[in-house]
């Protein structure tokens, strides 16, 4: 069956520190995996979109990998700080049926 | 970058009741837009998508008749919850495609007494 998982429901880690997220997916072979940030009660805002034919991307402090071997995208949030607390969902498009579906999301705290 | 306006933001209303959520797309046209309802600390779940001039396509389990949906114009779409009963209270949000990223509004949180 199809599906993406976000490994990690709830990720602490002490501001500064790197913050890495995990997104896998099976049965699936996207054209390309989208990240966004969801604040409490509000819809998601795009971050960043990596295609399949790109390994890396990067925005800022942001950096996303994707292995279509690995079926497997990275996201990290490099020199981390508590206003990067939000849950983080990874989005993949379903080419055939000309939409995206999302992962579970992983709620992200950075404790000062 | 592209705004879409999610109306009401908040509903309350009685079982038995139907309830219309607006989502409008402020400074660009959007032939799709794709519904999602997300309950507390769970993801976003695709429910429909709406098509400008056209049926909406439901995902698998949801029901047509109880989520109605019309896209009126190329800046509109609704979602209406028909009969709504205690299991429907949900966190509703719309989004509208852009280029390589979805535009959502800021959602409808919707409880049903």
């Known amino acids: 069956s199809q599906k993406i998982e976000q490994n990690s429901e709830a990720l602490n880690i002490q501001e500064g520190k790197t913050a890495t997220l995990t997104c896998n997916y099976t049965?699936?072979?996207?054209?390309?995996l989208q990240w966004y940030r969801q604040d409490p009660g509000r819809g998601p805002v795009f971050l960043l979109l990596?295609?399949?034919?790109?390994k890396e991307k990067r925005k800022e402090r942001l950096k996303v990998t994707f292995d279509t071997t690995l079926k497997q995208s990275l996201f990290h949030i490099t020199a981390s700080q508590p206003a990067d607390s939000a849950t983080y969902l990874c989005?993949?498009?379903?080419?055939?049926?000309?939409?995206?579906?999302f992962g579970s999301g992983t709620r992200l705290s950075i404790r000062p | 970058g592209a705004v879409v306006s999610q109306h009401p933001s908040r509903v309350i209303c009685k079982s038995g009741t139907s309830v219309k959520i607006e989502c409008r797309s402020l400074?660009?046209?959007?032939?799709?837009m794709f519904w999602y309802r997300q309950f507390p600390k769970q993801s976003l779940m695709l429910m429909a998508t709406?098509?400008?001039?056209?049926?909406?396509?439901?995902e698998q389990g949801v029901e047509k008749d109880k989520f109605l949906i019309n896209h009126a114009s190329l800046t509109l779409s609704t979602l209406t919850v028909t009969s709504a009963h205690p299991e429907d209270s949900s966190f509703y949000i719309c989004?509208?495609?852009?280029?390589?990223?979805?535009?959502f509004g800021e959602g409808s949180r919707l409880t049903v007494l």
């Open positions: 989004s509208a495609p852009g280029a390589g990223e979805l535009f």
């Open positions: 400074d660009f046209q959007a032939t799709t």
């Open positions: 990596i295609r399949e034919n790109e």
């Open positions: 989005a993949l498009e379903v080419s055939s049926a000309s939409k995206i579906i």
């Open positions: 709406s098509n400008e001039g056209s049926k909406a396509t439901y």
């Open positions: 049965n699936y072979s996207p054209a390309y």
